[in-house]
Structures are given as structure tokens and as C-alpha cells.
């Protein structure tokens, strides 16, 4: 069992290393609404799809999807073109600009300021901190402790009824 010290000093390192390297974006820097980058995430993932699809995907109305596709496609990020396979079909597919904005938008640390870092550090502590990020990240997911926020309601003074006998 980890020493309940160790899991704080992560926890502190952790706050401080998201704090420093965080990405900031600028105020004149678009930045999609969840709405938009749930689409930008869906089909960099699924790949090119028909405004149907798309709407069964998210559980929308096909009107809808097709008024978020049209403004992502004024925005330059997306583009329709005819199905190959079957040209009655149209597809929606992201363009470079689209990708490109899609991992800026997921990126959650700046590439930039690790870089800087980084070039601060020997090749055998980058290559110790990668290691033990991926360790950590191998490790098996918990499946109970996501609840564990006193405040947001959980309690670690009561047993959980589903784990009683």
C-alpha cells in the first residue's frame, strides 16, 4: 500500500505541474464550444460520416447536427464531399485547420513550456519522469474512490451499502 505521504507530495507536485504548464489561451484564439468539440473529437475518431450518423451519434435531431456542421464548416473545420463508394452519399470530414484545432483543444499542457523544461533537464530525468508516468498509467483503474469528495456528498466515516453484507 502507498504511504498516504507519498500520494500527498503527488498530489501538491501534481497541482503545481498543471499550474505551471498548463496551455493559456489566448483571448483572440477560438475556442470550440463542448458541442463543437464533441464533433471534432467524434470524427477524428469514427473518420467521415453522413450528417445522419453523426446525428444518431449524439442523439440529435438531424436538423440540428446539420446547423453544428454547417457553422463548423463556415469555421473552416470541416467539409462535406461525395461518398466514393456511393456518390449519392455526402460526408462530413475534418479538415487540416479542423484536426488541428480539435488536439489544440484537447491539449491540456503546452507543448511550448515542457519544451523549455525539458531542455533544463539530463535525458535520464526526462527519460525517469516518462517511465514513471507511464508506471502509474499502467496501473489498474480503480473502480470505486471517483467519490471520494467529502464535500460533493461522499463520506469516508460510513460503509457503502453496496460493498455490506
Avoid at 499550474?19 to 464533441?38: G, I, K, M, Q, T
Avoid at 456542421?69 to 464531399?81: D, H, I, M, Q, S
Avoid at 479542423?98 to 526526462?126: C, I, K, N, W
Amino acid at each position: 500500500m502507498s504511504d498516504t505521504n507519498e500520494i500527498e507530495r503527488f498530489v501538491e507536485l501534481y497541482k503545481d505541474v498543471y499550474s505551471r504548464f498548463h496551455r493559456r489561451v489566448r483571448p483572440d484564439v477560438y475556442r470550440p464550444s463542448e458541442e463543437s468539440l464533441a464533433v471534432l473529437r467524434h470524427l477524428s475518431r469514427s473518420g467521415p460520416l453522413t450528417v445522419s450518423e453523426a446525428a444518431a451519434h449524439f442523439e440529435r435531431s438531424q436538423s440540428a447536427t446539420s446547423e453544428i456542421l454547417a457553422r463548423l464548416e463556415r469555421r473552416g473545420l470541416v467539409e462535406r464531399f461525395a461518398d466514393e463508394r456511393d456518390r449519392r452519399r455526402t460526408l462530413i470530414w475534418l479538415t487540416p485547420d479542423g484536426m488541428r484545432t480539435y488536439r489544440l483543444a484537447e491539449s491540456v499542457l503546452s507543448p511550448r513550456l515542457l519544451e523549455h523544461a525539458f531542455r533544463q533537464m539530463d535525458a535520464h530525468d526526462r527519460e525517469t519522469l516518462i517511465e514513471g508516468m507511464r508506471a502509474l498509467l499502467a496501473t489498474t483503474a480503480a473502480t470505486e474512490g471517483w467519490d471520494d469528495d467529502p464535500v460533493a456528498g461522499g463520506n469516508d466515516d460510513t460503509e457503502d451499502e453496496r460493498t455490506s453484507p
